[in-house]
Every structure is written in C-alpha cells, then in structure tokens.
C-alpha cells in the first residue's frame, strides 16, 4: 500500500505538468486581449502595446509557459492582471468558501443518496423502490442552475426562510449545497440500488441468512460493505462535477468563492487567474481519486494495489 501511494504520487507530477500545459494553451485561445481589456476602450495602440510588454504577454508562448510553470513549482501562482495583486491573495479567501460548501453539498448528498439507494433496493419493486428512482430522476433531470433559481423563487422570495445570495450566516450555504448536491445524490441513489440489488442476489447472502443472522447485519454489514466499492468510485468521480458545479452555483447565489473568481477572471481576460484555478481544480481531483483508491484497500483487504 505505501509503496503504490508513493508511486500515484510520483506520478501526478508528470501529470500536472501535461494538465498546466494544456490549461496555459486553453486559456491563450480565449477570446479577447489582456491589454484592451485593461486599458480600455479610449487606449491607443501604443499604450496597449506597453500594457502587454508590461504584463510579458509580447514574448513567445514558451517562455510565457515556462515562466508560469517555474513559478508554480516555487510557490508563486502569479498575479493578476485586472486587480493588481497576487493570485495567493486573491485565493486565500476564497477558498475556504468553495471548501466548506463543497463539503456541505457532498456530505448531504453521501447519505441521503444511500440512504435512498439502500432503501430501494430492499424494497425493490415496491412503492418506496419506485419512489426513491423518482426522486433519483429528478434529481438527474434538473440543471442546477435552474434548481437553484427556483429554490431562491420558493424559499428566499416567497417565504423568506434563506437569503438570495451572499453569505452573511450558515443559512446562506443551504440553498447553493442542495442546488449543488441534488445531480450527486440522484446518482448516488441509483448507484447504490444498483449495487446492492447485485450483491443481495449472491451466495454469501443467501449463506449468511441461512445461519440466522439479523437482516440489519445481512444488509449493512455483508451486502453494502461490498457495494461500498462503487458508491467510493461514483462519489470520488461526482466530486469533480460538484467542483465544476460550484462555478454555476457561486454565480447564481452571488457566492464570492473559488467558481465565482473563476467566471469573473474568465470576462476579464486574466489569465494568471484562470490557469491558477484550473490547475487547482485538477489537482485537487487527482488527489480526491488517489484518496478514493486507498481507501479501498482500508475497506476491502482484498483488493491489492503491489
């Protein structure tokens, strides 16, 4: 186990370094240049070529590159054209935000998906089985932008129980965590339905029954420790779509996170912000997938990664 952790480590390093390139090309084919945007629309030609050999945009995409990426290495995300200050400090706030929502969202999403998938599969074909899918579909079905807009109509400006936007107290991360968390929780559902309708029709369950064991154990302890597998891959996979989602979300919940920046940076042609996000993004999945292969083997000995 340690010795395949150092190796999936080692290894994101090259990883990371194909990711920034393909960011830091992403980003160059955005429409729009940097220097207009920042000079505005009275500038001359002359002072916008100043404002790009100012920011280094004048110089070939090599060395662009390797002067971004030899930052990253040494801690320098670079600096943001538009607010004229570092990317570091433009994160440092921000982050916690996109985190604790994020982890708002996957936490209620992670059981209330189980919950429903288990208590499908155990009824299967059963009114609670049809009504837990539907909940499933539903949850697939609606963009979260829509929701989200629907559950501010409901519950900010018909009942006044949540506020529209901002973050002013816990009440403000309820909307934009269930908004950002129903797709997870629908997929999750129909996941652990699936999972566990599979692993109750095998023989050791039939086993286990057979010699008496309560259905409670029979359930949670032999048939969903074995489901447990796919419901961590499915989870560890949906996170990066709850990241992505937290873009849309930020913006429709006027939330000054990470996803907020990102679409604001993105107006603004600041590259050194966008690359910086992105390749955040990317390494915070890798490391979330690297986290969901260990833990497999914590709940599985079976599985062997040597």
Same mark, same amino acid.
């Given at each position: 186990m340690g010795k395949y952790a150092v190796k999936r480590v080692l290894s994101m390093i090259p990883l990371l370094i &194909? @990711?920034?390139? +393909?960011?830091?090309?992403f980003v160059r084919l955005i429409p729009g240049d940097p220097a207009r945007q920042i000079g505005g629309p009275t500038a001359t030609i002359g002072e916008i070529e100043n404002i790009r050999r100012e920011l280094g945009l004048d110089q070939p995409l090599v060395p662009q590159y390797l002067q971004w990426i030899t930052g990253i290495f040494q801690g320098d995300l670079g600096h943001s054209f538009t607010n004229n200050t570092s990317v570091a400090e433009l994160l440092a706030p921000?982050?916690?935000?996109t985190i604790y929502l994020t982890i708002c969202s996957i936490t209620w999403s992670v059981i209330i998906g189980i919950i429903i998938g &288990? @208590?499908?599969? +155990?009824?299967?074909?059963?009114?609670?089985?049809?009504?837990?899918?539907l909940i499933a579909i539903a949850g697939i079905s609606l963009p979260n932008?829509?929701?989200?807009?629907q559950l501010m109509?409901?519950?900010?400006?018909n009942l006044g129980i949540f506020p529209t936007g901002g973050l002013e107290d816990w009440r403000g991360?309820?909307?934009?965590?269930?908004?950002?968390?129903?797709?997870?929780?629908?997929?999750?559902?129909?996941?652990?339905?699936?999972?566990?309708?599979?692993?109750?029709?095998?023989?050791y369950i039939r086993t286990a029954r057979a010699k008496g064991l309560p259905e409670p154990r029979v359930i949670m302890v032999h048939a969903f420790k074995n489901s447990s597998i796919d419901i961590i891959t499915v989870t560890a996979l949906q996170i990066g779509a709850l990241i992505a989602g937290s873009v849309v979300v930020e913006s429709v919940f006027s939330i000054p996170g990470m996803g907020r920046l990102l679409v604001d940076s993105i107006g603004f042609r600041d590259y050194e912000v966008v690359q910086a996000l992105i390749?955040?993004?990317?390494?915070?999945?890798?490391?979330?997938?690297?986290?969901?292969?260990?833990?497999?083997?914590?709940i599985n000995p079976r599985v062997r990664y040597e």
């Open positions: &194909v @990711i920034s390139i +393909i960011i830091f090309m921000r982050l916690p935000i &288990v @208590i499908a599969a +155990i009824n299967r074909g059963r009114a609670l089985d049809l009504l837990g899918m932008f829509w929701l989200g807009l109509q409901i519950f900010s400006v991360y309820v909307l934009p965590s269930i908004a950002m968390g129903a797709g997870i929780m629908a997929i999750l559902a129909r996941v652990t339905r699936s999972s566990m309708i599979e692993n109750l029709g095998k023989d390749l955040f993004f990317s390494f915070e999945y890798m490391v979330i997938n690297l986290l969901a292969d260990i833990l497999y083997a914590v």
